[in-house]
């Protein structure tokens, strides 16, 4: 398995969640992720950078996409919880997700990791600050605990 050299701070995190990154394009088209082993997308936000057509892409590939809006200037708990139910209902499957800058979700599996499957934090966070460093908004975000303990 080769990864794609053309996305944006892809990164590979293990075998269920195959990989994060910027979102396919046409320089890294989706049947890439497919020739990954990558059988589900969520997508985080809409973007201008992305295929226009994203979502029928990934189904002729026999994928599912799953749109999470996270409005960058206003990320909420709820926005937390939705990603938290679509990593659980897609637990059995592989899975990429993306965002625009892989910023968004990058925080989203931080808090995650450390919250849901009780990863070391120190870990975690370094997984993170290998992409950003959040800002003010987003580091209030990643710092609220939740009650989600492994689902």
Not at 36 to 52: E, F, N, V
Not at 108 to 135: I, K, S
Request: aromatic share 8%; glycine share 4%; charged share 20%.
């Amino acid at each position: 398995m080769v990864d794609p050299e053309t996305t944006y701070n892809w990164r590979r995190l293990n075998d269920r969640i195959r990989h994060t990154a910027s979102p396919p394009s046409s320089n890294s088209p989706t049947s890439t992720l497919s020739g990954c082993g990558t059988s589900s997308i969520s997508g985080s936000t809409p973007t201008r950078k992305a295929l226009p057509d994203e979502a029928a892409s990934v189904a002729r590939l026999g994928m599912t996409y799953i749109h999470i809006p996270v409005n960058f200037q206003n990320p909420t708990d709820q926005d937390f919880d939705q990603f938290c139910a679509v990593m659980e209902q897609l637990k059995d499957v592989p899975v990429h997700v993306h965002c625009i800058a892989n910023a968004r979700v990058s925080a989203f599996f931080y808090r995650y990791r450390r919250d849901v499957l009780g990863m070391d934090e120190t870990q975690a966070r370094a997984e993170m600050e290998a992409v950003w460093q959040p800002n003010a908004i987003w580091a209030a975000l990643v710092a609220r605990r939740g009650e989600r303990r492994n689902q």
